[in-house]
T-cell receptor, first 114, second 113 residues
Framework: SAVISQKPSRDICQRGTSLTIQCQVD?????MFWYRQQPGQSLTLIAT?????????ESGFVIDKFPISRPNLTFSTLTVSNMSPEDSSIYLC???????????FGPGTRLLVL | DQQVKQNSPSLSVQEGRISILNCDYT??????FLWYKKYPAEGPTFLIS?????DKNEDGRFTVFLNKSAKHLSLHIVPSQPGDSAVYFC????????????FGSGTQLTVLP
């Protein structure tokens, strides 16, 4: 089965800084998504990462705060900008392959903002 | 407004018995439903899914039932094993939504040896 990896796996950051999270898949995928899971809560979709064009953001999420890139069919990045303690969450990427409709998730990035 | 609800935050079951996890939804446009299992410090792992044209799907120890009229689905695990202890999320997608998932809040299942 294909492998989905995320870097970093965890980080502790200072307020006001930015962190870029990478998602790498070892085979080409049709779609890539970014989710957030805040402490004690469910997973919330941030955006759909579109290859070669701007990401599609869900209500409540904006490009200035969460810029996303997807330069090819196997890689995407999510940046959490100007971080505050409220951004402390697990950030997860997920993918959909061509012939499957099920989303598969990466291991997640645990972010703590002090 | 939570469109997918898991009203039981936790469930404890004895090893070997049946675990039943429940999920309700409000949006009648949802056409595909999934269950994920999540261990601490890991991403969610896909378990089983069901299309809205079916009312049951079975895979080994896991069976998902869908009652469209009640907007309710459930996951049955038989027999339950200690390794099944995890948080279980149900999720749903809208018709034509390119598979963006709406998740429930999760149920922590503990299987006691």
């Amino acid at each position: 089965s294909a492998v989905i990896s995320q870097k970093p796996s965890r980080d502790i950051c200072q307020r006001g800084t930015s962190l870029t999270i990478q998602c790498q898949v070892d085979s080409q995928v049709t779609m890539m998504f970014w989710y957030r899971q805040q402490p004690g809560q469910s997973l919330t979709l941030i955006a759909t990462a579109n290859q070669g064009s701007e990401a599609t953001y869900e209500s409540g999420f904006v490009i200035d705060k969460f810029p996303i890139s997807r330069p090819n069919l196997t890689f995407s990045t999510l940046t959490v900008s100007n971080m505050s303690p409220e951004d402390s969450s697990i950030y997860l990427c997920s993918v959909v392959w061509n012939v499957r409709e099920t989303q598969y998730f990466g291991p997640g990035t645990r972010l703590l903002v002090l | 407004d939570q469109q997918v609800k898991q009203n039981s935050p936790s469930l404890s079951v004895q090893e070997g018995r049946i675990s039943i996890l429940n999920c309700d939804y409000t949006n009648s446009m949802f056409d595909y439903f999934l269950w994920y299992k999540k261990y601490p410090a890991e991403g969610p792992t896909f378990l089983i899914s069901i299309s809205s044209i079916k009312d049951k799907n079975e895979d080994g120890r896991f069976t998902v039932f869908l009652n469209k009229s009640a907007k309710h689905l459930s996951l049955h695990i038989v027999p339950s094993q200690p390794g099944d202890s995890a948080v279980y999320f149900c999720a749903a997608t809208l018709s034509g939504s390119a598979r963006q998932l709406t998740f429930g809040s999760g149920t922590q299942l503990t299987v006691l040896p």
